[in-house]
């Protein structure tokens, strides 16, 4: 089960074409991903950062776009992290509204010491939960292949 | 009681004063307005327009910002309307953060026919309800003077 | 003659009524006064308070929304101080586009030391600066009055 | 030469880290499609929208974050398109600041009747504008598989 982070689709998320605006999809995604950083009791990036002095920055985000997203129904991004290197970590999210697949991407973060933005190894106890949350599959395959 | 809106303050509302940054918060209140109307079974702003063909634009806002807002807490918004003219409509919303009071507003809408953005008289259905939602003092100071 | 900050309004920027969304003319509005900033030689809010740790944050906002902003034209934001206090200063922004007044707004900061998050009065270079571009007949007026 | 957008990032733009908060840049790189459209005559997607009923709504977004991006320079962002196919366009952006590379992307749109959301070809002036802008080396390379 992945994590579930509900955003409230809104009139100011439009445009005239009635439908959300491209960019907000990856500020949509990016709010989930923050969900669920704030969901395993660190605080979201915001701890991370301000408590913890530990950055994600992105290298990379992949987004394809499905069906158009409204303010019709709630949109249910849907999080888990589907990879996770020596200093870096992936997520794969997707949106869903009323049951449709709406949108999904992947991002890559690397770890940084937050105040001189050099790149880090997670401390331990973030990279066991990174690992906990993995999907099964791709721990066993990671296991597999180690 | 006010209708009350949730939101969840999170990294990206923040500007480098680690702090929700002083846009957001015209931006959270104007959500949280949007969602009094969607509470009210009217869809929220997009229903009113996409399926009402009735537009609300803002003539004025006015917001005093005591606090400032962090991801530490979930944002409260409490909305009620405080003002129903002819073609006018006017919300107070205000924002608490742990039960801090971080700002409050004012905000005027006039109602238009959303595709001919020509001022109008709300629908019957509609003036109900925002009557009934009338702070209960202010309503009553209306009928006095009525 | 105000200084003067031009914005190109874009299809992200309107909502499904086909009009730049309300939240998007308090940070226009914001903008402006960043560049205004940026152009008395202090690198904006950003080097303000990156460089000089100084913050100004916003104790108010009073916006009259006066004709639809939208992608067609340009929008070209006045602003000039209108008030200097002990501790804070005070902006008005306009906002026209193709010759007509949209929008308009008073806005009132604080100056504060920007890492303790406390009042402080201007350093005279700032306070020399705010005093030049106010409005001349507020800086007689201010004059007669004192 | 492709087409070149200025975008002036300001404090606004950014999060506690003190650059440009993640989802900024597909926003940046939306405007600068956006204006590209414009430069070309179009009226942008605006125009494209609302005097043409075509819709461009994007399919993908893949984008690489080399470097952050902060209020210190102007923002460049070049903008060219890079596929053209029976009814979709693809354009690569990507963004500079004092003359380094902060992210670059690649974005596919299809094109719609906007009114229905119906997959459509393009009209032949449009096709002809993106022909003209294509890369110079996809043209030709074009050419020899045609």
Redesign the interface.
Known sequence: MSFEHEV?V???D??????A???RI??FA??AM??WWEHQGL?????L??DHNI?T?????????RV?V???HRLICSVRPNMLGQTSVGFHVDGHQDGTLCFEGDFVSVFVV?DR?EKRTPPPDIRAIVERELDEGLRNGAAAAG
Do not use: E
């Open positions: 409230h809104g009139w100011g439009c445009d005239p074409a009635a439908v605006y491209t960019a990856p500020s990016l709010q923050d969900a605080g979201g990036w915001y701890g950062n301000v950055g920055p992105f290298v990379k985000m992949n987004i394809d776009f158009p409204t303010p019709r937050a933005f």
